[in-house]
C-alpha cells in the first residue's frame, strides 16, 4: 500500500479535462513540494511537474498541477491519445527520510 | 545531452548479490543528490535509496535496509547499488534518476534512465 493515495483509473474523450488527485499528509505532501510523472511501460518515467506547479522543460500547458494543504491535483486538458499513461505523485517525507509515490493512476483515451 | 545510463541487471537467486551501476553524462554529477527507484512487475513505482553530494547522507527505505548499499564515484560520475540477501520481492526494474534542488529541499527527479531489469529467482 502506498503512503501517497491517487484515484487508480481515470478515463476521458479527446478534448476533454481530467484531474488526478494525489492525498497525503502533513509529513509529507503538507510540508515539501510535489511532483508528477508520466510512465509508458518499457520507458522510462517522465518528470511532468515539480515545486506543486511548476512545468518541466518541454512540457505542453495543457498538463498543471496544484496544492492545498494535504492534497495534491494534476490536470490535464484537451486530452489526446498520447496521454494514456500511468500518472504517479510524489513528495518528500520529513519525518522517515524517504521519498513517497503515489500507487499511480491510469489514465485511459476513450 | 544528458544522460543516465543503468547496467548491470541480471537474474539471481535468492540470497545472492548483484551490483548496479548508473553512468552520468552531460552534466556536473557532483553537483547532484542521486536515487534508485524500483517498479516491480505490476506494481508501481517505489523510492529505493539516495545519496547526497559528498556521500555524507545516505537514506534507504526500510524494505532494503541492511540489504542495499548505494554509493557513488564522481571521478567516474557514476552511481552504484550493492544489492546482497535478495529476496524474490527485489525483482524489478531499477531505475537511477538525477534529484532537482527545489527551494529548501529537493523536489523532484528531473531526469532518470532507461532501468535495469534485476530478476531474483530459483
Known amino acids: 500500500q502506498s503512503v501517497l493515495t491517487q484515484t487508480r483509473s481515470r478515463s476521458g474523450t479527446p478534448g476533454q479535462k481530467v484531474s488526478i488527485l494525489c492525498s497525503g499528509s502533513s509529513s509529507h505532501i503538507g510540508r515539501n513540494p510535489v511532483s508528477w510523472y508520466q510512465y509508458l511501460p518499457g520507458t522510462a518515467p517522465k518528470l511532468l511537474i515539480y515545486g506543486n506547479d511548476q512545468r518541466s522543460s518541454g512540457v505542453p500547458d495543457r498538463f498543471s498541477g496544484s496544492k492545498s494543504g494535504t492534497f495534491a491535483s494534476l490536470a490535464i486538458s484537451g486530452l489526446q491519445s498520447d496521454d494514456e499513461a500511468v500518472y504517479y505523485c510524489a513528495a518528500w517525507h520529513d519525518s522517515l527520510n524517504i521519498w513517497v509515490f503515489g500507487g499511480g493512476t491510469q489514465v485511459t483515451v476513450l | 545531452d544528458v544522460k543516465l545510463v543503468e547496467s548491470g541487471g541480471d537474474f539471481v537467486q535468492p540470497g545472492g548479490s548483484l551490483r548496479l551501476s548508473c553512468a552520468a553524462s552531460?552534466?556536473?554529477?557532483?553537483?547532484?543528490?542521486m536515487t534508485w527507484v524500483r517498479q516491480a512487475p505490476g506494481k508501481g513505482l517505489e523510492w529505493v535509496a539516495n545519496?547526497?553530494?559528498?556521500?555524507?547522507?545516505?537514506y534507504y527505505v526500510d524494505s532494503v535496509k541492511g540489504r542495499f548499499s548505494i554509493s557513488r564515484d564522481d571521478t567516474r560520475s557514476s552511481l552504484y547499488l550493492h544489492m546482497s540477501s535478495l529476496r524474490a520481492e527485489d525483482t524489478a526494474v531499477y531505475y537511477c534518476?538525477?534529484?532537482?534542488?527545489?527551494?529548501?529541499?529537493?523536489?523532484?527527479?528531473?531526469?532518470w534512465g532507461q532501468g535495469t531489469m534485476v530478476t531474483v529467482s530459483s
Open positions: 534518476a538525477r534529484e532537482r534542488a527545489g527551494g529548501h529541499t529537493n523536489d523532484a527527479f528531473d531526469i
Open positions: 552531460g552534466f556536473m554529477f557532483r553537483d547532484y543528490w
Open positions: 545519496i547526497n553530494q559528498d556521500g555524507s547522507e545516505i
